[in-house]
Nanobody, 123 residues
């Protein structure tokens, strides 16, 4: 069982930066692939980024590639999402998720989810 708690959301102007954190409980954090997703009310949840258990492999949605960076610190049981050059269309609730045995870009393949953190980018 893994519990995930996101933090770091807030209001930022277009062009600005935010760093989201996701703290995980449990001693087997390093066994999980981790992902970030986002959702706008009325729209489907959207894949943002994923990272392997070791941090050696990452993948990004095309809309954020080159602007967002996912990373993890297994010693701190935490995964991060550094968001730069933010745009109003990045406004959403951001969720982190954990997946046993690898990574995925499809949300339904993840086993555990956080409660989400709101990110708002003003123009």
């Amino acid at each position: 069982q893994v519990q995930l708690v996101e933090s770091g959301g807030g209001l930022v102007q277009a062009g600005g930066s935010l760093r989201l954190s996701c703290a995980a409980s449990g001693r087997t954090f390093s066994a999980y692939g981790m992902g970030w997703f986002r959702q706008v009310p009325g729209k489907e949840r959207e894949f943002v980024a994923t990272i392997s258990w070791s941090g050696g492999w990452t993948d990004y949605a095309g809309s954020v590639k080159g602007r967002f960076t996912i990373s993890r610190d297994n010693a701190k049981n935490t995964v991060y999402l550094q968001m730069n050059s933010m745009k109003p269309e990045d406004t959403a609730v951001y969720y982190c998720a954990a997946k046993v045995g690898g990574t995925a870009v499809v949300g339904t393949r993840y086993d555990y989810w956080g409660q989400g953190t709101q990110v708002t980018v003003s123009s």
